[in-house]
């Protein structure tokens, strides 16, 4: 039996309890990770049983939509998938988070960017500059993949650690959000 002059401060615990509950079950885009020419893995927390927490997707909207979502920390953030498939159809509506709620991982930091155009005038590429975490030596990438340029940008601005795979000298991959395990 709890005594009478407790009970308010259980029921503000168990309140507060359930708040958290139904939170922590809002799904959120916890890491991004986009390879040149092929489709991205959006990583979800919050998902309900049954539902996969990879979903795929190679569409530069789906893809340019969903990576907000990861920098604001957007809850809730639902997709609709394919029939008995793990790819996005749709994202259906959700507002700005209120800032980034998961820690950005990785071993390099975006120390500066440039573009290089064709003599035409057209886009030729983004350059970015790497550094391994804590050092100070920069190497410069060139990235033609449109959406791994919006993934460099981003954090670049965020001014936080990506995680990057390199296919010999050439960016392959970029994760932003949780280290998600080598494969």
């Known amino acids: 039996m709890i005594p009478s002059r407790c009970k308010p401060f259980v029921v503000i615990s168990l309140a507060f309890a359930a708040a958290s509950a139904v939170n922590a079950q809002e799904p959120t885009v916890v890491a991004i990770s986009a390879t040149a020419g092929g489709p991205t893995t959006f990583v979800f927390a919050g998902k309900e049983a049954g539902e996969p927490d990879r979903v795929v997707s190679s569409s530069l909207l789906i893809q340019s939509t969903l990576l907000p979502a990861l920098l604001t920390g957007a809850k809730p953030v639902v997709v609709d998938l394919l029939p008995k498939s793990n790819v996005i159809r749709r994202v259906t509506p959700f507002a700005p988070g209120n800032g980034p709620t998961i820690r950005f991982e990785g071993d390099y930091l975006v120390s500066r960017i440039a573009t290089q155009r064709k003599t035409d005038g057209t886009d030729e590429h983004l350059e ?56």
Do not use: C, Y
């Open 128 to 183: 970015v500059f790497l550094k391994k975490a804590g050092g100070d030596e920069e190497k410069a990438h060139n990235v033609s993949d449109r959406f791994l340029q919006q993934m460099l940008i981003a954090a670049f601005r965020k001014d936080g650690l990506v995680d990057v795979q390199f296919d010999g000298g050439d960016i392959a991959t970029v994760t932003l959000g949780q280290k998600l395990p080598r494969k």
